[in-house]
């Protein structure tokens, strides 16, 4: 086996394990406030969502460089010279398998909570009212608004968060401010940020692994293709898959053009 490929492999692995925990944290969060007496509020379920980034930035940034998120790997691989195009679709298999197979964990880890939860309520999976399980693993409208409007939210949301990021993670900044150690944890806190302020608005994924990886999931479960319609226009499930990749190379472009090269330019 060649360096290169024993070298993809592990940060494939590391891929795996940090979208993966990511998802598990906020999911385990979710299905603990809706299927127990642990009752959590939106305050502090942005700050698990928030924290679970952070600890999965820490636990691959050395060997992977901590994409987590395909929508970042295709912005480096369309921005970046540096990146390998070999890794990015080993990378985004890596990320969504991860994000599957740990909502699996969940599932699994709640799976008498989840059981009671249904029959207690009468629920059927497949049907609007399972949206209130389907809810724990996916992404799903707050409310009735267009196609439109649910993307744009999306997309902004992401180009935003992307070019903060980036900000957060610029070398160039560093005589103003550029701590490494503590960019992880900033980056949590933005996380914690934008789902405070933006859930109430709109569901939002950022991560396009962070929905479709559980859709799977659900899907082969009992709910089938409604847990990608969510019982809502059948182009829904796009939003949270195409949104971040457009929002992310949006706001990644934003920064790479007008901050980077031109107010960063030696």
């Given at each position: 086996m060649n360096f290169f490929r024993k070298n993809l492999i592990q940060q494939c692995v590391i891929e795996f394990f940090g979208t993966g925990l990511i998802i598990f944290f906020g999911t385990?969060?979710?299905?603990?406030s809706k299927?127990?007496?642990?009752?959590?509020n939106p305050f502090e379920?942005?700050?698990?969502?928030?924290?679970?980034?952070?600890?999965?930035?820490?636990?691959?940034?050395?060997?992977?460089?901590?994409?987590l998120n395909p929508a970042i790997t295709i912005f480096f691989w369309l921005s970046s010279k540096d990146f390998n195009k070999k890794k990015v679709l080993p990378y985004i298999i890596s990320q969504i398998f991860g994000s599957f197979f740990f909502s699996m964990l969940t599932y699994f880890l709640y799976y008498h909570a989840f059981i009671s939860f249904k029959n207690q309520n009468n629920i059927i999976l497949g049907t609007q009212e399972s949206l209130?399980?389907?809810?724990?693993?996916?992404?799903?409208?707050?409310?009735?608004?267009?196609?439109?409007?649910?993307?744009?939210?999306?997309?902004?949301?992401?180009?935003?968060?992307?070019?903060?990021l980036l900000q957060l993670n610029n070398k160039k900044n560093n005589k103003i401010f550029y701590y490494k150690s503590i960019a992880p944890f900033l980056i949590g806190v933005?996380?914690?940020?934008?789902?405070?302020?933006?859930?109430?608005?709109?569901?939002?994924s950022l991560n396009p692994a962070r929905d479709l990886?559980?859709?799977?999931?659900?899907?082969l479960t009992g709910w089938g293709i409604f847990s990608f319609t969510g019982g809502n226009n059948s182009l829904y499930f796009l939003i949270p898959i195409?949104?971040?990749?457009?929002?992310v190379n949006l706001g990644g472009w934003i920064h790479k053009i007008?901050?980077?090269?031109?107010?960063?330019?030696?």
């Open positions: 385990s969060c979710l299905a603990a299927l127990t007496h642990v009752h959590f379920i942005s700050c698990i969502w928030g924290l679970a980034v952070s600890m999965s930035i820490y636990f691959s940034a050395s060997t992977s460089g901590a994409h209130k399980l389907a809810s724990i693993f996916c992404v799903y409208p707050n409310f009735n608004h267009s196609f439109i409007r649910n993307s744009t939210i999306e997309i902004l949301t992401t180009a935003l968060f992307m070019i903060i933005l996380i914690f940020m934008i789902n405070i302020s933006i859930t109430p608005l709109n569901n939002i990886g559980p859709k799977i999931f659900l899907s195409i949104g971040p990749i457009l929002g007008l901050i980077d090269n031109y107010f960063f330019k030696k």
